[in-house]
């Protein structure tokens, strides 16, 4: 059997820091409510220049790089982001094109907070099929560029990042991806989502000129779907793999809010060794927050090679969803 194993992590934030003491001085909010509501800190923002493939193609070099691997030799590159610079053409060519990965295809996948548990699945199972060997997956959003700054309810909660891996096939392993959920309901999408510059609000179009222009977020509806999705999702992929939460050695979840992920810890049961938090100085980097997790984690050694690690992730869509991966 092939296995997709992950053979190189990189990772790329902005210089810029935005601390909360930031925020106190752009809109009505304080430390103290940012803290308490969410656990976050500071976040990282992109200044004029940069952009989602910016984040991208520096985090994919370093992947690159640690897997050991000659971007010719990249014979796909898929990219979950929903911030992407351009409506067309998709962010992964701009990638693609600036790590000089000639011989591959590239794409996008637009899953929001979840991105990268998607991408990866993806990935993944191609990489299983024996149809390619390796791939390219970067998670990579820059919801600040989006979020309207005079909404204290959004603006306080994202900033922007960047993560990236190498999946190898290999055989006689049990390292590599194990298993992977996906799930959606659309019927959320009233939720949470940024509407202009689709086909239904085209840019310049009179729709586009007012609420359609920035994140909107019904955060109490994305609260309750959240805790429920979170904990959801990595008890079902748990059991597909005939697992159970104590086999989990790492739980990397997706950074949106302190209280969401220590509820899902609750529900799994796991003590703080077994649960990465790095909410407090990025914020909810969107479909960068899991890539950046895993790194953080693998240059902490809180990751090894062959630990089983426990990634979840929702978003936007809804969508949700979790990657069971032995490292
Ligand atoms: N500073 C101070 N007060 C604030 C702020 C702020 N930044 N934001 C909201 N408030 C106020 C509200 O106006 C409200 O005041 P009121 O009671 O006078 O009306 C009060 O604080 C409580 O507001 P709630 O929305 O009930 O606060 P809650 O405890 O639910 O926390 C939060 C809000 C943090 C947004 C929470 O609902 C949340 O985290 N939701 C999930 C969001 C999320 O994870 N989104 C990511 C989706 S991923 C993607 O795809 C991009």
Not at 161 to 168: C, R
């Amino acid at each position: 059997m092939i296995r997709a194993v992950i053979e190189g992590i990189g990772h790329s934030v902005p210089e810029k820091k935005l601390t909360n003491e930031d925020l106190e001085r752009l809109v009505d909010t304080s430390d103290e409510w940012i803290v308490q509501r969410t656990g976050i800190k500071e976040r990282r923002i992109t200044s004029p220049g940069e952009a989602a493939s910016t984040l991208g193609i520096v985090a994919a070099q370093e992947a690159l790089e640690e897997s050991g691997t000659k971007p010719e030799d990249i014979q796909l590159v898929i990219c979950g982001t929903v911030t992407g610079d351009y409506q067309f053409p998709s962010t992964s060519c701009l990638i693609q094109e600036a790590i000089g990965a000639k011989k591959a295809g590239a794409f996008d996948v637009g899953a929001a907070c979840a991105g990268f548990i998607y991408a990866l699945d993806v990935a993944g199972s191609m990489v299983e099929s024996g149809r390619y060997e390796t791939v390219l997956v970067i998670g990579v959003d820059v919801l600040t560029k989006f979020v309207d700054w005079k909404d204290r309810a959004t603006c306080v909660l994202f900033g922007d990042g960047a993560g990236a891996v190498v999946l190898k096939g290999q055989t006689g392993t049990d390292r590599g991806l194990v298993k992977s959920l996906l799930l959606s309901d659309g019927s959320g999408a009233k939720h949470i989502h940024c509407q202009m510059g689709g086909s239904m609000f085209p840019a310049g179009s009179k729709e586009a000129e007012g609420d359609a222009r920035r994140v909107y977020m019904n955060g109490s509806e994305v609260y309750r779907f959240a805790v429920n999705a979170m904990g959801d999702a990595c008890c079902k992929v748990l059991e597909a793999a005939g697992m159970e939460p104590g086999d989990v050695d790492l739980f990397v979840p997706h950074q949106a809010n302190l209280r969401i992920i220590q509820s899902a810890q609750k529900r799994l049961g796991l003590d703080d060794e077994r649960v990465f938090i790095n909410v407090q100085h990025y914020g909810n980097t969107s479909g960068g927050s899991i890539p950046l997790g895993l790194y953080e984690a693998q240059k902490q050694g809180r990751l090894k090679k062959g630990d089983l690690v426990l990634t979840v992730g929702f978003g936007a869509g809804l969508v949700w969803g979790a990657n069971l991966i032995r490292w």
